[in-house]
T-cell receptor, first 115, second 112 residues
Framework: DTEVTQTPKHLVMGMTNKKSLKCEQH?????MYWYKQKAKKPPELMFV???????INESVPSRFSPECPNSSLLNLHLHALQPEDSALYLC??????????????FGPGTRLLVL | QKEVEQDPGPLSVPEGAIVSLNCTYS??????FMWYRQYSRKGPELLMY????GNKEDGRFTAQVDKSSKYISLFIRDSQPSDSATYLC????????????FGSGTRLQVQP
């Protein structure tokens, strides 16, 4: 099973709202990722969690707040977003290895529209 | 210069054609190369990956890496309308920062 699930599939929010995106995997992967993808662009890395600790933050604005409650779950808390934050938000996971390929498996994404 | 360059297309071919999708990369630290397929409004799906140089075949798909020229290719034989999607190449280092570096994606349309 190489499934990564994400909820909700679609989200519309105002600039003053607070919402959360959720991601779950049951592959035993210890690395989890948040990506942002704008139309006709490749995914852009936002955050990486390794063994439930934040290891990479790609200078993402603080209105995006990641959380990794346990090894299977990853959340992205959203607050005071801007219309330009509208995008497809992708979660991915991979098995941490010291060397060798780390294949990342992506979820279907949450399509976010900020009004 | 982007670390991974990919022609965005779109690429339109008739059904049954052989498709060649290509990327170039500039960072010699990249050792693993992946191809993802992404249908419209869906997440990327891993097709296959290769290590260093050489070929890898999986059904109608063949991935090829030429490290001497820093060139990555994906060939699709007997292309089908269901292959119509955006294809993303991605590169990964062996150690250190393991995050993927993506190309911009090539949009492929296979005409029935």
């Amino acid at each position: 099973d190489t499934e990564v699930t994400q909820t909700p599939k679609h989200l519309v929010m105002g600039m003053t709202n607070k919402k959360s995106l959720k991601c779950e995997q049951h592959m035993g992967h210890r690395a989890m990722y948040w990506y942002k993808q704008k139309a006709k662009k490749p995914p852009e890395l936002m955050f990486v969690y390794s063994y439930e600790k934040l290891s990479i933050n790609e200078s993402v604005p603080s209105r995006f707040s990641p959380e990794c409650p346990n090894s299977s779950l990853l959340n992205l808390h959203l607050h005071a977003l801007q219309p330009e934050d509208s995008a497809l938000y992708l979660c991915a996971s991979s098995q941490e290895v010291l060397a060798g390929v780390e294949t990342q498996y992506f979820g279907p994404g949450t399509r976010l529209l900020v009004l | 210069q982007k670390e991974v360059e990919q022609d965005p297309g779109p690429l339109s071919v008739p059904e049954g054609a052989i498709v060649s999708l290509n990327c170039t990369y500039s960072n010699s630290a990249f050792q693993y190369f992946m191809w993802y397929r992404q249908y419209s409004r869906k997440g990327p799906e891993l097709l296959m990956y290769t290590y260093s140089s050489g070929n890898k075949e999986d059904g109608r798909f063949t991935a090829q890496v030429d490290k001497s020229s820093k060139y990555i290719s994906l060939f699709i034989r007997d292309s089908q309308p269901s292959d119509s999607a955006t294809y993303l190449c991605a590169s990964q280092k062996v150690t250190g920062r393991r995050a993927l570096t993506f190309g911009s994606g090539t949009r492929l349309q296979v005409q029935p």
